[in-house]
């Protein structure tokens, strides 16, 4: 989508700046203008980490699920297990690490099922899907500071119904398993 | 999803203070205490109006779609028509002004697909999706101030395999055409 024309010309970025800092992200005022028009707007930019979200099978084919309480909607959530990708790691290394720091659940192929964009009018980051096949509990999690989850699987169809019923509600989880549903098609196989 | 139980118990939310607001949202950091544990901590939290994403379609079946650069990630984006609900819009009226202003399409049936948590980690809000059937164009495009948006259109097998091969990234896009695709299976018909 690399593209400017003529009729769509890309706009040039300006100066930037910090409106606030968190832990998790950057607030940003950047300064755009129009190479044409010349007209000149600040636009907010949320800066942040890239993402991973992870889609693991048990050897039976269900997917490991996590519930936990989220913040930003002041309620808990049912979705996949996932977090923040490190500087430098690999997205696949990132799913594995945080399906094993949240779940338990380890070993297996893996790999990337697809990236997406979270927010492209807002949010500069990716947000990575990696697939996990034959994934077991190892016991070994490692929750951050106050996280507490509750673990569980499930079939796979059944999940992608839950994605489309509404009781999964994280649009991430969403793309995971649309992205999910692609590939299992494409492999003409039934997990469930 | 909104049980509490002794092992997950509710977090207590307290006090709430702004870091920053811009035109579009809030920066919040967001007091929490653990019922049980007593442990407390302050989470960031984007506070922000509702959004809807369109799904519409042509008397031929084809998708509408807009093009335009998007300053979060610096570069062109191919999408849905889509914005920001106004506060008391309901989200379909919101969804055909959206299809109008953007593209200049509408008329037809439409209703809610469905309606996710954007990020349910560190976003209060909601995005809706909503799907307009036989929306035709009618030339009255309303670009907010700088907007500028290449519309096209395209067989809705072909925008879906789009989704799917990562021409198109923007992740609430996603999650409207996986709404749509169970929506035309459920329906068993093949719109292209």
């Known amino acids: 989508m690399n593209t400017s024309s003529p009729e769509l010309p890309r706009r040039v970025r300006g100066r930037q700046q910090t409106l606030a800092k968190t832990r998790i992200l950057e607030l940003r005022s950047v300064h755009y203008t129009h190479p044409v028009r010349g007209t000149e707007a600040d636009y907010t930019v949320i800066a942040t980490a890239d993402w991973v979200n992870v889609v693991a099978l048990d050897p039976a084919g269900r997917i490991v699920l996590v519930r936990q309480f989220r913040y ?77 989850i509750e673990r569980s699987t499930a079939p796979a169809d059944e999940v992608l119904a839950w994605a489309r019923s509404g009781r999964i509600t994280h649009s991430l989880v969403l793309c995971a398993l649309f992205y999910f549903e692609g590939w299992r098609r494409a492999q003409g196989r039934n997990l469930t």
């Open 72 to 148: 930003g909607v002041d309620d808990f959530s049912l979705e996949i297990p996932g977090g923040v990708i490190e500087a430098g790691e690999d997205p696949v290394a990132a799913g594995r690490r945080e399906l094993e720091e949240e779940t338990g659940y380890a070993g297996g192929q893996a790999w990337l099922l697809g990236s997406v964009h979270p927010n492209p009018a807002i949010q500069n980051n990716r947000c990575h899907f990696v697939l996990v096949e034959g994934a077991t509990p190892t016991g070994r999690v490692a929750w951050d500071g106050d996280e507490e």
